[in-house]
């Protein structure tokens, strides 16, 4: 099948107020075009060489989430385009991305990547340290940055009630942060989770936001 029918195929199966976020790192300008002009205007990079080689040349109208560990001294390179940055992990990166924001006159969507799969590998805030970062407070004077949710990671295995638990985890915990924090905030209101393998577990744990690579331009080289 083709990148076009796949996308096709993945977008039927969402309902409606799911954004669909087209994954496409390590795949070529030409795939991102295809899915382009299909009408796909969204798409997700986890590197910010491969990013900002891309964004040069691809319309201008491509609203690109950053989606991976961002390291603080990259965050000047893709703070005058980014759309939004899915996973601060840290107060640190945090300040740094409101510090380039407000160098260019912008302010910059970002959701906080939470911590919830079993691996010592992924990254993300603990709820604890979540909590810890919200109550804190210094968030509120940041004019570079707007918080509009939460993103998560499965853990990576064919348990699919363990990672069912783990979305239905971070579900509760968005409702939590919303009531505390963001009650009045309408614009907090992303729950990014769901891959290509997980994400129709996703839909039933409130995602509205999925970000799929694979399943719709194939295995990465
Ligand atoms: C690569 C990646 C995805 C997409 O993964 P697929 O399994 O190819 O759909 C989603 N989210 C993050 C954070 C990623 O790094």
């Not at 407070?137 to 940041?142: I, P």
């Not at 348990?159 to 985890?169: A, G, L, N, V, Y």
Request: net charge negative.
């Amino acid at each position: 099948m083709e990148i076009e029918e796949r996308l096709k195929e993945v977008l039927a199966t969402l309902p409606e107020g799911v954004e669909l976020v087209a994954v496409s790192k390590f795949h070529p300008e030409e795939d991102i075009l295809r899915a382009y002009r299909q009408g796909q205007r969204v798409f997700g990079e986890s590197r910010e060489q491969e990013l900002s080689r891309k964004q040069a040349v691809l319309p201008k109208d491509i609203r690109w989430h950053f989606i991976g560990h961002l390291q603080t001294n990259k965050v000047k390179y893709i703070a005058p385009y980014i759309s939004l940055i899915e996973a601060v992990d840290s107060l640190k990166l945090l300040r740094e991305i409101n510090r380039q924001a407000l160098k260019c006159d912008r302010r910059i969507d970002v959701l906080l990547e939470l911590h919830l799969a079993s691996e010592e590998t992924k990254s993300g805030l603990t709820l604890d340290e979540c909590r810890a970062l919200l109550d804190g407070g210094e968030w509120k004077e940041m004019e570079g940055v707007r918080i509009c949710g939460l993103m998560m990671m499965a853990s990576l295995t064919d348990d699919k009630e363990q990672i069912r638990r783990e979305m239905t985890s971070a579900a509760d915990f968005f409702d939590e942060v919303k009531a505390r924090y963001f009650a009045d905030a309408e614009y907090f209101n992303r729950r990014s989770w769901g891959m290509s393998d997980d994400y129709e577990i996703a839909l039933q744990c409130k995602s509205n936001m999925v970000r799929i690579g694979t399943k719709i331009f194939g295995t990465r080289q």
